[in-house]
């Protein structure tokens, strides 16, 4: 059953550019579902969904790239031509992107503070990468340091999505001992509404998801302590991770390469961070549904939480201490057993105190003196 | 002399251990003891939580005995406990806790909350905060001899009546004597049956036994109230007579916290272990049984349950003995839901009885062994304590059960075979 429903087309919006795609209706319903689906609404929103995404003008999106490595511009493109990621993409109006855009020099620019003027308060600003606080030579484009851009750039914004660990957290630049003086987004800007997708990178489904969610109500899903997301971000990949049965029952790899991790046990001695990471990968996983990490015989590396690279080897259980080493436990133990000594002295000598001013009880003690 | 204030803190720095001390630094919050406590689950009310009947005690060793605690005392950013909050401690610790240690059973890192209430009684009473009541009973069992007040012509009475009904002769103060048989205040008053049992069933067994004038009482308001010096001063009692006596065992009677003062507390009050042993009736009636001793004759026909005495079973261990006794003369034995080492307490142990004040509560709180008498759907229900005894008895009037309570050594006693020429 294909079912064409001519949906009133209405020049410049997001309509007319499904049509003139070709996508039918029912496939973009479909899509909206599994939108709906991932981002936690009730199954009845995916209608409500398409009606307001094809009846949208086309999004102005204005994204900068500062102290990153274009992973998750990479990770959003990563196309299984056709996806529908990619689909929705074509859908907004990406007005300035360094990677992508085909203008270069003053003619770029010249698109980014057009776009600015046109959509003033209305365009939604995409940030990955971290800013340098330090030398703003650091990092900078066309001669504007990365500080400069993104104040400038945000003060017309709707609201701003801070993709990758970089934006959201600092991520890598910012890992100790952070020599360019590195901060994310939310650090800088304090007067604008922001969502953190971190990952490094983040799911392309997990970003799409987010842009969908603001072009359909106009605002920002539910986010938990850290400006992430909700329905992404709202459980650990341990709690949804296919080896946690093993886990459960005390079944651990020991080695990459023993019978145990052969049979699939849980990865955790191995320094598996999914008990401490917040993401879909369990769930959604990567390259079209295909596969993650843990499922791929690696443990999660906790890269959608902050400071995950100062967290610690990645091959370390989360259960081992992050910096001590053999002599400062040495140390500490020796410092412990003398504090230990001292307390116990004095504590003893407390009581000692205390029985030696006992007076023996009688039944006469056992009442007050009524005065 | 008189109970003070800084007696009292005196004395909670004193009874502070390695055990209290490692109880409270590794409380986790957990909330667990609540629901194993009668007096939570009755009343809903979160005061009645097990670990916090303890905070003023909690205090005093977090001020005088942890590192922060003692800064915090310095920098006068903690305040000191006052008479105040153990005047509103006092129903918390004395009224509403029966020493039944169920809380302990269930705390997952271990603290024995009785333990620490126990211990906190010491200080509770020093500053003069113990109820009325009990400080009655106390004053009684120094200056007379008994909590209730009784006296040896008393007893002397019950025994001329018990050689009456039986026709054995009650041994009293007879040296070298096999095991000196204590009772409970209770028993001298109430429940003349224990004696005339126990007389039929050691001449059916040929053991010697014998009473002791000067130590026939087996309670200990000491350990009650939380007096260590008194409780010292009454145990010694009967560790002298018995000393004295030469016997080999003495038996605690059919008393809950008697077993408790003489068997575990007894030796550490006294600094010193006994020169004798210290057995539970009902371990004493298990062995001669199991010997073939003491036979029994036909079984009771009528459907019936055993209440555990705290002290008896969960805190004494004294768990399957019954359970062989009963079988051996019950025809339908049937056990409550959470028998045993979980069992439910009555409501009045640990002094909580002697406590006129805390009747009300006491009667609320007895719903749930209600509930379980009433799960069992028996008539007839078995015990080995005196105390459980009278305060289920009262429970029962109250709630109009037509339930009779009945003391296992009598039951034993009822069943068993008597060679009537010896």
């Known amino acids: 059953m294909k ?18 795609r070709g996508v039918t209706r029912r496939e973009f319903l479909q899509y909206c579902s599994t939108l709906a689906a991932l981002l936690a609404l009730p199954p009845a929103m995916a209608g409500a969904m398409a009606e307001a995404i094809s009846k949208a003008r086309r999004q102005s999106v204005i994204w ?28 907004i109006s990406l007005d300035y992107h360094h990677t992508l855009q085909a203008a270069s020099g003053e003619a770029a620019e010249q698109a980014r503070m057009q776009a600015m003027k046109d959509n003033d308060g209305k365009y939604l600003l995409i940030v990955d990468g971290s800013i340098p606080l330090g030398n703003p030579g650091y990092s900078c484009i066309a001669g504007i340091s990365n500080l400069d851009m993104l104040v400038e750039t945000a003060k017309g914004a709707a609201a701003i999505v801070a993709v990758g660990t970089c934006a959201a957290f600092g991520g890598l630049p910012m890992a100790d001992p952070n020599p360019t003086g590195a901060v994310s987004v939310g650090d800088i800007i304090k007067d604008k509404p922001i969502i953190n997708v971190p990952g490094c990178p983040p799911i392309p489904v997990v970003m799409t998801g987010v842009l969908a969610h603001f072009l359909t109500f106009g605002g920002l899903p539910e986010m938990d302590a850290l400006g992430r997301p909700k329905s992404f971000y709202g459980e650990t990949i341990h709690d949804r991770c296919y080896r946690r049965p093993f886990y459960d029952q005390g079944k ?22 999914g008990p401490v990471t917040y993401n879909a990968c369990a769930t959604t996983k990567w390259n079209d549904g295909t596969s993650f990490p843990i499922q791929s015989g690696h443990g999660c590396i906790g890269c959608s939480e ?66 | 002399m008189s109970a003070t204030l800084a007696k009292g803190i005196n004395s909670f720095k004193e ?27 009755e009343t809903g009310d979160a005061e009645y939580t097990p670990i916090h009947k303890l905070e003023p005690l909690r205090r005093v060793w977090q001020q005088e005995y942890t590192l922060l605690g003692k800064l915090g005392k310095m920098l006068g950013l903690s305040k000191p406990v006052t008479d105040a909050e153990l005047a509103a401690w006092e129903p918390l610790v004395y009224d509403s806790c029966t020493l ?67 026709g054995i002769t009650v041994p009293v103060d007879s040296p070298g004597a096999e095991y000196l048989v204590l009772m409970s205040s209770m028993e001298i008053i109430n429940f003349p049956e224990y004696l005339s049992a126990l007389s039929r069933i050691f001449k059916q067994a040929g053991v010697t036994w014998t009473l002791a004038q000067d130590a026939f009482e087996a309670t200990n308001s000491g350990i009650q109230i939380g007096a260590s010096d008194l409780a010292r001063e009454i145990v010694s009692r009967i560790v002298v007579a018995a000393e004295r006596l030469q016997v080999k065992c003495v038996i605690s009677p059919e008393c809950g916290h008697a077993f408790t003062a003489l068997r575990w507390e007894g030796p550490n009050l006294m600094g010193r272990p006994f020169g004798f042993e210290v057995k539970h009736i009902l371990e004493v009636l298990d062995e001669l049984h199991a010997a073939g001793k003491i036979k029994t004759k036909g079984q009771d026909a009528r459907p019936l349950t055993y209440h555990d005495p705290c002290q008896i079973a969960r805190r004494g261990g004294v768990v399957e003995q019954p359970r062989r006794l009963l079988n051996a003369v019950a025809v339908d034995f049937r056990e409550m839901p959470d ?46 304590c005196a105390n459980c005894r009278i305060v289920m008895e009262e429970g029962l009037e109250h709630y109009h059960m037509k339930v009779e309570v009945v003391g296992l050594t009598e039951l034993v006693a009822q069943y068993l075979v008597e060679d009537k020429t010896t």
């Open chain 1, 252 to 273: 651990f790899a020991q080695s990459f390469d023993d019978e145990a991790a052969r049979k699939g046990w849980c990865l955790f001695k191995l320094g598996c961070k």
């Open chain 1, 64 to 91: 900068l790239s500062f102290q990153e490595c274009t992973g998750c511009t990479e990770s959003i493109t990563r196309s299984h031509s056709p996806t529908l990621e990619n689909l929705i993409f074509d859908l």
């Open chain 1, 306 to 371: 902050p400071n995950f690279w100062d967290a610690g080897s990645f091959y370390q259980a989360l259960s081992m201490p992050v910096t001590a080493t053999p002599s400062m436990l040495a140390g500490a133990a020796a410092v412990g057993a003398a504090a230990g000594v001292a307390i116990t002295w004095h504590n003893r000598s407390t009581k000692a105190a205390a029985k030696a001013v006992h007076e023996k009880v009688t039944v006469q003690d056992l009442t007050r003196e009524v005065k």
């Open chain 2, 100 to 166: 039944c240690g169920r809380c302990a059973m269930v705390c997952p890192v271990g603290n024995d909350m009785t333990y620490m209430i126990r211990k906190m009684r010491e200080g509770m009473a020093a500053s003069g905060h113990a109820p009325e009541d009990l400080v009655g009973a106390t004053m009684r069992s120094i200056t007379i001899g008994s909590p209730m007040g009784i006296k040896w012509p008393a007893v002397l009475a019950q025994i001329k009546h018990v050689q009456a009904e039986t």
């Open chain 2, 339 to 384: 028998a045993g080492v979980m069992n439910w307490c009555c409501g009045g142990g640990g002094g909580v009885s002697a406590n006129s004040r805390a009747e009300p509560l006491r009667l609320e709180v007895f719903k749930h062994k209600k509930a379980q008498i009433e799960a069992v759907e028996v008539q007839t229900l078995i015990t080995a």
């Open chain 1, 3 to 20: 079912i064409t429903q001519k949906a009133e087309i209405i020049p410049g919006t997001v309509g007319e550019g499904l049509a003139q």
């Open chain 2, 15 to 41: 009874v502070i251990d390695a055990p209290i001390a490692s109880f409270f630094s590794s409380c986790v919050h957990c909330g667990l003891c609540a629901e194993a406590c009668l007096f939570y689950t």
